[in-house]
């Protein structure tokens, strides 16, 4: 057995309360984890509470067990806190959810931004999601995998592969997608959700995002939505997925979206090329990532004027002109 994977599993077998923790404005794959994990844990006699800081979105109703996730935690009831798909400490945004030192944290993420801030880190970079890592330890230690358990773990391989399109779908992705649909898994109302359903709200704001793009003279293809393009803050959210449309653009070093959100901007970025890695500038605004695809968020407003510059091949940058 894998060492950090026997210790998550006796850091289990003694536990009685657990608490189960995703990222803020959850995805696919930290839901799909999530939901994993807390199926698994009650098979197994476990008291188990999921908790994010926002609810997740309707497009993910079809996940077993999603509509029991909480937005507040009760710090006095776990005696293990396990964090899934977190690339840093502070992306649960609950405030000092970490500060108890005598606590069992077991951090299971994919970022190489990962701060490894658990007392167990599972952090496999080279993982296309973290559902996959799940996959993986949950085989190793010879449990069973339900067909809802099923569900919920080719939930977040299809999330973050992007429908097996992305760089990241990888042979060990399909034999594994395979495996999990031989399980049970649930995969047609998982592509209607996820990738064959928009609003027309939904598409109209996606056709601002293109309308605003423009290719740089530094060779990359920048597109801004400031505060006064949304109809209102809502809206925001319905952007996830533009970044991967304007990527299709060809001959360009990546793409890159900036939206405002409230008195924050937000930065998606995301590349094909394999000489490219995107988890550096992210960074430097204190995000994270994959080489390929990755994002921050900053404090501050947005001029219609972005200028952010490629100094060098090795991906230096000046700050953004906020």
């Known amino acids: 057995m894998e060492k950090h994977y026997e210790l998550f599993w006796e850091a289990v077998k003694k536990a009685r309360n657990v608490l189960v923790v995703g990222h803020r404005k959850p995805d696919g794959d930290a839901l799909g984890s999530m939901c994993a994990v807390k199926i698994w844990l009650s098979m197994l006699g476990k008291n188990v509470r999921m908790a994010c800081v926002d609810k997740p979105s309707k497009r993910y109703g079809f996940v077993p067990h999603v509509d029991e996730i909480g937005t507040k935690i009760d710090p006095s009831f776990h005696d293990l806190l396990i964090v899934l798909d977190c690339g840093a400490s502070y992306m649960t945004n609950f405030p000092n959810l970490l500060t108890d030192k005598a606590q069992v944290v077991v951090n299971i993420d994919h970022h190489a931004s990962n701060d490894n801030f658990g007392t167990i880190n599972i952090v496999e970079p080279k993982s296309a999601s973290a559902t996959l890592i799940l996959y993986k330890i949950l085989k190793d230690i010879g449990a069973e995998i339900t067909p809802e358990m099923a569900t919920c773990l080719l939930t977040g391989i299809y999330n973050d592969t992007g429908s097996f399109m992305h760089s990241n779908t990888s042979l060990e992705v399909y ?4 495996d999990l649909m ?3 898994a649930q995969i047609s109302q998982m592509i209607r959700s996820l990738f064959k359903t928009n609003t027309v709200s939904t598409l109209k704001l996606w056709g601002k995002a293109f309308s605003n793009a423009k290719i740089t003279k530094d060779n990359f293809l920048l597109s801004v939505l400031k505060k006064d393009d949304f109809n209102n803050e809502s809206e925001v959210d319905q952007l996830s997925g533009a970044i991967d449309y304007l990527n299709m653009v060809p001959n360009v070093e990546f793409s ?14 995301r590349t094909r090329r394999d000489d490219v890695d995107l988890s550096k500038i992210a960074q430097m605004y204190g995000g994270g990532g994959h080489p390929k695809a990755s994002g921050f968020v900053i404090p501050g407003k947005l001029e219609r004027d972005v200028h952010y510059k490629i ?5 230096q940058s000046q700050p953004l002109n906020l």
């Open 175 to 178: 034999e594994v997608a395979a």
């Open 182 to 184: 031989k399980s049970g």
């Open 256 to 269: 890159f979206l900036l939206k405002e959100d409230g008195e924050v901007v937000k930065g998606s970025l």
């Open 311 to 315: 100094v060098s091949d090795k991906l």
